[in-house]
């Protein structure tokens, strides 16, 4: 499984983004697909995950209410927009997914990350 994240840039606080997130390769129906951010000096941390199943979703207590995670079978691709962002949002973003539990732990396959900037 290949996993490649794009849509990343440069936004002003209150803004919106959207990234997406191309899977390639054999996935499975009991797998989830998350995004993740690492900030400068910071741990990896958690964001969102969604099932490929039954698209159940599941947010960090930081993001929810602002971001969604959607994912489109058809395509292979996993979307996360992101609206009111705030300057702590700013990261580099990585796509995942595996046999992981709703809240993160467990991915399998990483992404190359795409970054995030906010700026106030």
């Known amino acids: 499984v290949q996993l490649q994240a794009f849509g990343g840039g440069l936004v002003q606080v209150g803004g919106s983004l959207r990234l997406s997130c191309a899977i390639s390769g054999r996935t499975r129906s009991s797998y989830k697909m998350g995004w993740f951010r690492q900030a400068p000096g910071k741990e990896r941390e958690f964001v969102a995950t969604i099932s490929w199943s039954d698209s159940s979703t599941y947010y960090a207590d930081s993001v929810k209410g602002r971001f969604t995670i959607s994912r489109d079978n058809a395509k292979n691709t996993v979307y996360l927009q992101m609206n009111s962002l705030k300057p702590e949002d700013t990261a580099v973003y990585y796509c995942?997914?595996?046999?992981?539990?709703?809240?993160?732990?467990?991915?399998?396959?990483w992404g190359k990350g795409t970054q995030v900037t906010v700026s106030s």
């Open positions: 995942a997914a595996g046999r992981a539990f709703s809240n993160g732990p467990g991915m399998d396959y």
